[in-house]
């Protein structure tokens, strides 16, 4: 006699076996203050410690830009967006982490600094790997969306 809910269990009992050992996904996966630190020391001008957010071998991908790979070519692509004078503004959506690795992603705009109209609105993901210990930015990559349009005012009737 055939028992093919036999298979059925054990089949069930193997994922459930599986599952058991594999890492739950939690969130926060970054901490909170850690992730928003980017903004911060950005917008104080700090690019020394927006870049030690980044593994060693880490990417930066912009819309426009070439990738920047590793911490020296990091370093230099955040050092020209605050001599620039931009500031950031970054929502994170999700934050969700399993074992030691996390990814965080949200929206961001971007603005001259002096109250002027946004320069780079977007989206981002940003993938966080526990390296010895410390969360660090792998793979960061920023997607800008369209400007909003503003209607041109209409003259005024004499």
Not at 62 to 79: L, N, Q, V
Not at 109 to 136: A, H, N, Q, S
């Amino acid at each position: 006699m055939k028992r093919p809910y036999l298979r059925l269990l054990c089949a069930l009992l193997v994922w459930l076996l599986i599952a058991s050992c594999a890492p739950t996904s939690t969130s926060p996966g970054v901490p909170p203050e850690l992730k928003h630190s980017w903004e911060v020391n950005f917008n104080k001008g700090d690019g020394a410690a927006v870049t030690a957010l980044y593994a060693a071998d880490a990417e930066l991908v912009m819309s426009g830009s070439d990738t920047a790979k590793g911490t020296t070519a990091i370093a230099a692509a955040i050092e020209a967006l605050i001599k620039s004078g931009a500031k950031a503004h970054i929502v994170s959506i999700q934050n969700v982490g399993a074992g030691d690795v996390a990814y965080v992603s949200g929206t961001y705009t971007i603005d001259d600094g002096k109250g002027g109209p946004l320069m780079e609105r977007g989206g981002y993901v940003e993938v966080w790997r526990r390296i010895d210990g410390v969360w660090k930015i792998v793979i960061d990559i920023n997607a800008a969306a369209p400007l909003p349009t503003i209607a041109p005012a209409t003259a005024a009737a004499h």
